[in-house]
């Protein structure tokens, strides 16, 4: 089955860290270009990170440039997201994507297709 599962959300105080997981089952997520976006209530979804399927070249969002970090295992064929110093503007829904039908390789991709279900991360005192 052609799946992203997202995992690894949760509570954390203002300051601490998560690290969200995006799984991909039934195809490889190294060959295209992964998105982490995010979607707070009332807010549109925003890009947030990036990385590139050949050179692994990584784009961040100005919001969360030098607090979160974006990361592929390709033997778990996994993609990562370390989020560092929270904070309260960080609440959102967190979601992984793929643009499989474009093939996209190279960060950012024009058009995701494929998103897994989302993760929650909550940031308050």
């Known amino acids: 089955q052609v799946q992203l599962v997202e995992s690894g959300g949760g509570l954390v105080q203002p300051g601490g860290a998560l690290t969200l997981s995006c799984a991909a089952s039934?195809?490889?997520?190294?060959?295209?270009?992964i998105g982490w976006f995010r979607q707070a209530p009332g807010k549109e979804r925003e890009g947030v990170s990036c990385?590139?399927?050949?050179?692994?070249?990584?784009y961040y969002a100005d919001s969360v440039k030098g607090r979160f970090t974006i990361s592929r295992d390709n033997a778990k064929n996994t993609v990562y997201l370390q989020m560092n110093s929270l904070k309260p503007e960080d609440t959102a829904v967190y979601y992984c994507?793929?643009?499989?039908?474009?093939?996209?390789?190279?960060?950012?991709?024009?058009?995701?297709?494929?998103w897994g279900q989302g993760t929650q991360v909550t940031v308050s005192s």
């Open positions: 994507a793929a643009p499989l039908r474009a093939a996209g390789t190279i960060c950012p991709a024009r058009e995701y297709d494929f």
């Open positions: 039934g195809f490889t997520l190294d060959s295209y270009a």
């Open positions: 990385i590139s399927s050949s050179d692994s070249s990584t």
